[in-house]
């Protein structure tokens, strides 16, 4: 697949194994500890380790990055990153952190299944499983806007996760009050979020359209 990819003229940013393999241990081992960067908390990278790479028909120009980190527990995970990104265009921390950026998409997944439902089709049509998926989108990145706005305003809403915002913060009571152009959102005694205030200067729209000429059919039904 690989030799395939460098064939086509693809770039990639991939995990070549997950160093799991014990064999492999000394070669990280042998590397001296200032050839290794700290790319993150507890997380280290090096383009020193001497592993092997994969067998290409062609003199490909690849890198090997390798990664070493600790667990709480004290036990080391080792992965190895092939990219076919150069120094000149990245360093090994920003080719580090490219790879984890998909980390992030993977946890929006999880957050999308766990938080908004959204897993298996439960529709029958395809134009209403498309008008539920853009509606789960919506919401998710409406949440997560909100959640950096709503930060900043209060210390107890900028600790809670879009799951507390969706199933707690949306069905807590509260009171708005009006002063002048500012509005007061404050949640009322007795719910989670007792005493937290969320504070408007102004109403700002947002058009968004949602539908689409395939999906005016199926607003019964989603």
Known sequence: MIQRLLELGYEFTI????GSNVAYKHRFDAVPAENW????KNRFASE???????????PYPVRLVAMRRWDADGREVRSVI???LQPEELTTTEVVKLYHGRQTIEA???EWKGTFHFGTPRLRKYEANAAFTQLVL???????WAWRFLSTNSPKLAEAGSRLLVRVAARCRATIRCLGDTLRLVFS??????GAEITLNRATPYPYA???????????ET
């Open 15 to 18: 995990k070549s194994y997950s």
């Open 189 to 194: 005694r007795g719910t989670p979020l007792a």
């Open 138 to 144: 919506f919401a998710f990145n409406l949440v997560r």
């Open 210 to 220: 949602l539908l689409t000429p395939r999906m005016s059919s199926c607003s019964r």
């Open 108 to 110: 929006g997944f999880q």
């Open 82 to 84: 092939l990219t076919t």
């Open 37 to 40: 960067v700290e790319v993150e």
């Open 48 to 58: 020193a380790v001497t592993v092997p790479g994969p067998t290409l028909l062609a």
